[in-house]
C-alpha cells in the first residue's frame, strides 16, 4: 500500500441530498440548484453521480465501501472525509464539525466496519470539542502529506489553529497552516479546495496565499523532496481543479495503478502542461458530478482514504477460555449480537 495513496475508501450514498443551507454562510462554491428542479430530481441525479463516482474507482481497481443514507437531515452526508480519517499504523480520527447539522453524519457503522475489516489500534475523538466552538473538519480542513508528515492548513471558522495543534501532536504531524482568500478577500473554507497532494506531484493555488513569506514557505515545504508541483489559479480552484485525490489502484493483471480522481468539470479546467505533469506519475479519471458540485465540493470530498492495513478476510483470531467463557452469544464480526432461533 502507498503511503499517500489507499487503495480503499468509503463513500456514502446520500439518498436525500441536496444543497446544505447551513454551510453557504461561508462556503463560496455552493450554488443554487436549477429553477424548478424538486428536492426529489436533484436527489435521484445526485444518486446517479454518486454511482458513476463508485463505478469509476471500482474500474480502477480501488476497493470501495458504500454506505447508505436515507436520512433527510443530513444533506451534506456525501462528504465523510469531513468527520473521518485513517493513518498508516492503525489510527482513526473523528472531527468536531462546524455546521451542526452535519455532527450527527458521524456513524458508528462506519468505525465497526473499519474494525473488523482493518487493524484499528486507536480512535481518537475531537468531537467533543463542538460545545466550545472550535473545529476542524478532518482532510477539508487538512490537506496531509503522509509521506513527509506535514498537515496543510488554511485557517478558517472550520480548520482551528488549536484543534490542529492537537491533532499534529496526536498522530505526528508537521502544521503548516497559512491564511488563504479569493480575489474578493473571502476565506477558502476547505484546504482541499485548493489544493492536492500525491505521491510525485501536487496540485495548489498559491496564489491564494496572499503572504508573500507563508506562500514561498509552503512552496519549499511542498517541493522540498523533489515532488511536481502544479500551480493553480483561482479561476480553475472555482471549477473544483484542487479537489482531486490520488489513489492506488490495481490493474487487472494484479499491478499497482495511481491515479489522480478529479470532477469532468476539474479536468476541463486543466492546461495541456498541468495535465502533462500529473500524468507523469498517475492516470487522470475525472467523472462527471455537476449536482453535487452545487454543494460545494467535488470528487475529493466526497472520498475518505482507508490507510489502514487490511485484516484478511475470512481469518478469525483463537478464542482464548476467557473470551469463551464470557462471551455466551453469537455475534457478527463488527460485534453486532445475532438473533438466535426460538
Not at 31 to 46: C, F, I, K, L
Not at 80 to 94: I, K, M, R, Y
Not at 182 to 197: K, L
Not at 263 to 272: F, N, P
Request: include cysteine.
Amino acid at each position: 500500500m502507498s503511503a499517500q495513496a489507499p487503495s480503499a475508501v468509503i463513500l456514502v450514498r446520500a439518498e436525500k441530498f441536496v444543497p446544505n443551507p447551513a454551510t453557504a454562510a461561508d462556503n463560496a462554491f455552493q450554488a443554487d440548484v436549477p429553477a424548478g428542479q424538486s428536492n426529489e430530481q436533484t436527489a435521484a441525479a445526485a444518486l446517479a453521480e454518486m454511482d458513476l463516482v463508485a463505478d469509476a474507482l471500482r474500474g480502477a481497481g480501488v476497493r470501495v465501501h458504500v454506505f447508505a443514507d436515507s436520512d433527510h437531515t443530513r444533506p451534506d452526508s456525501v462528504f465523510p472525509n469531513n468527520w473521518l480519517s485513517t493513518h498508516a499504523g492503525g489510527q482513526v480520527a473523528v472531527y468536531p464539525m462546524y455546521a451542526s447539522n452535519r455532527r450527527h453524519e458521524r456513524r458508528a457503522d462506519v468505525l465497526e466496519m473499519l474494525k473488523s475489516s482493518y487493524r484499528v489500534q486507536t480512535i481518537i475523538d475531537y468531537s467533543g470539542l463542538e460545545p466550545d466552538g472550535i473545529f476542524l473538519e478532518g482532510t477539508g480542513a487538512m490537506v496531509l502529506d503522509h509521506v513527509s508528515r506535514v498537515a496543510y492548513t488554511a485557517v478558517s471558522h472550520r480548520a482551528d489553529t488549536h484543534v490542529l495543534e492537537r491533532f499534529c501532536t496526536d498522530f505526528g504531524y508537521e502544521p503548516m497552516a497559512f491564511d488563504a482568500f479569493d480575489a474578493a478577500g473571502v476565506p477558502v473554507y476547505h484546504t482541499n479546495v485548493m489544493a492536492c497532494i500525491g505521491t510525485d506531484v501536487a496540485l495548489f493555488a498559491l496564489e491564494m496565499i496572499h503572504d508573500e513569506v507563508r506562500r514561498e514557505a509552503v512552496r519549499e515545504r511542498l517541493t522540498v523532496n523533489g515532488r511536481r508541483l502544479v500551480e493553480l489559479t483561482e479561476e480553475q480552484v472555482r471549477e473544483f481543479a484542487g479537489n482531486a485525490v490520488e489513489l492506488c489502484g490495481r490493474t487487472p493483471d494484479g499491478r499497482r495503478r495511481y491515479i489522480m480522481v478529479m470532477s469532468a468539470r476539474a479536468r476541463r479546467s486543466l492546461r495541456d502542461d498541468q495535465v502533462a505533469a500529473i500524468e507523469e506519475s498517475c492516470e487522470i479519471v475525472a467523472v462527471e458530478i455537476p449536482t453535487i458540485e452545487l454543494a460545494g465540493g467535488s470528487v475529493r470530498c466526497m472520498i475518505a482514504g482507508v490507510h489502514l492495513d487490511r485484516r484478511r478476510p475470512g481469518l478469525e483470531p483463537e478464542r482464548t477460555p476467557a473470551v469463551e467463557a464470557i462471551d455466551e452469544d453469537p455475534h457478527t464480526p463488527d460485534g453486532r449480537d445475532v438473533a438466535g432461533d426460538d
